[in-house]
Structure formats: C-alpha cells, structure tokens
Nanobody, 121 residues
Framework: QVRLVESGGGLVQAGGSLRLSCAAS????????MGWYRQAPGKQRELVAS???????STADSVKGRVTISGDNAKGTVYLQMNSLKPEDTAVYYC???????????????WGQGTQVTVSS
C-alpha cells in the first residue's frame, strides 16, 4: 500500500506565498511521476504541475511563472512553491503519484488527502 502525506496549506493574502510538501511511503518499486492537482468548489479537478522521474516539469498556463514544482521522485518527495497567489488559486490541492508497483511494469495511481489553500483578496 502506498500513502501520500501532504502539508503546507493554509490561509494567505493575495500576493503571498505558500510551499506545499508531499512524501510517498509504502511498497514502491519506482515512481514514474508526481504532481499537484487542485479542485475548487463546483469546479473540475485540474493539473497544476507535474514532474517525471527524468526531471521533466510541466505547469498549467494559469500558474506558469508563479508556481515551481520540485522534488525527487526516487525519494518520493515533491514540493510546490507558489508565489504571487491570487484569490482564484483558492482550492484543495492534492498530491498525486504514478507508481510502479510490480517487477513487470504494473503501475497504479495514488492520491493524497488534500490540503486547503485559501487566498484572500
């Protein structure tokens, strides 16, 4: 069983910063990719940023230039540094990992419990 543990959410004013953290634990052969998603009330869950085992990074257009994803997939750790936060960034942020769980390439996807980020105007 794989568990993702998140931390770092909170309440900030517009223009402020937050750093989210996520750590994976359990029986893992390797991690293919980790990322952060967010979901606001009444909205669809969307990808914020992701990082692959090779270090390739991707960020959503809505946060590009304000958000940096970093970490080490080999260690199962990922961080999301968010700067210049806007009220529209308010959402529950979820850590995600695509994990190889078997010798023959079997994979599975896991989610963290979510951490609330609230940005006031």
């Amino acid at each position: 069983q794989v568990r993702l543990v998140e931390s770092g959410g909170g309440l900030v004013q517009a223009g402020g910063s937050l750093r989210l953290s996520c750590a994976a634990s359990g029986t893992i052969f390797s991690i293919n990719a980790m990322g952060w998603y967010r979901q606001a009330p009444g909205k669809q869950r969307e990808l914020v940023a992701s990082i692959t085992s090779d270090g390739s990074r991707s960020t959503a257009d809505s946060v590009k230039g304000r958000v940096t994803i970093s970490g080490d997939n080999a260690k199962g750790t990922v961080y999301l540094q968010m700067n210049s936060l806007k009220p529209e960034d308010t959402a529950v942020y979820y850590c995600n990992a695509n994990v190889r769980v078997g010798v023959w390439g079997a994979t599975d996807t896991y989610w963290g419990q979510g951490t609330q980020v609230t940005v006031s105007s």
